[in-house]
Structures are given as structure tokens and as C-alpha cells.
């Protein structure tokens, strides 16, 4: 496995994120209705940059060990866009809400933020899938 991750380390946490892009078009379409505008768009659930990060940490964790380096910082690294999809990004969004029913010119994204819940279900589908990944390559 240490052999599989060390030449292709990008390759679990790639998957997460696609699988997350897709697994949110799904849930939009099935909940609303309305299917998500496509893949890589801001919002919705499960939080793909979550899922992402979730996986890197982990890779990362079983390549490097949890007291290396590189850890360190692919876990500040998840910490700080955990912390950027709960709070800037959905702050932004409730923004463009307002700025929205103000203007008539030009429609802005609102959903650019993700709920608690959403980034909770990124890091959980990220840590299954990854878990999952590491399980079929050792």
C-alpha cells in the first residue's frame, strides 16, 4: 500500500472529489427536484472541499504517519477550509442574498457556503471512500 500511495498519492483523494461532485448531483436532484448546476459548484451535500481535504489528511496520515510534517499541514490545511465552507464562504453567500434583492442587474451565486451538516457529510463520505480505497490498494 505504502508503494501504491507513495507513486500515486493524489489519486484516492481525487476520486473523493469526484465521487462527492457526483454524489451532489444526485441529492439536489432527489431533494429539490432541481438538479445541481453541475460539477465543481459552490454548496449543497455533501461539501466536496471537505470530502477532498478529509481524504488528503488521511492519505497523508497513513504515508507519513501522524506526528511527520506533512500531516501537520494537510491537517491545518483541512482545519482551515473546514472553518472557510462553515463560515466565510457562507457569510459571502448571505451577502450576495441581499445584494441580490437590491439590485436588478445581475443575479449573484448564493450558494457559495455549505451548513454544518453538509461539511460533516464531506468529511464522512471523504473518510469512507478513503478508507475504503486504502482497504482495495493494500
Known sequence: MHEFLSTYVFVIPLIVGLSSEL?????????RGAWHEGLFRPGGMPSSHSAFVTSLLIVVSVKSGL???P????????????????SS???????AKILNRLQQWEHLSERL???FLEV???????????????????
Open 23 to 31: 454524489l451532489k448531483i444526485c441529492t439536489e436532484g432527489i431533494e
Open 113 to 115: 457556503g455549505h451548513s
Open 89 to 95: 464562504r457562507k457569510a459571502i453567500g448571505e451577502q
Open 71 to 86: 500531516f501537520a499541514i494537510a491537517f491545518v490545511f483541512a482545519c482551515i477550509v473546514w472553518y472557510d465552507a462553515l
Open 120 to 138: 460533516v457529510g464531506g468529511i464522512i463520505f471523504g473518510a469512507c471512500i478513503t478508507l475504503i480505497g486504502i482497504y482495495l490498494v493494500n
Open 67 to 69: 506526528d511527520s510534517v
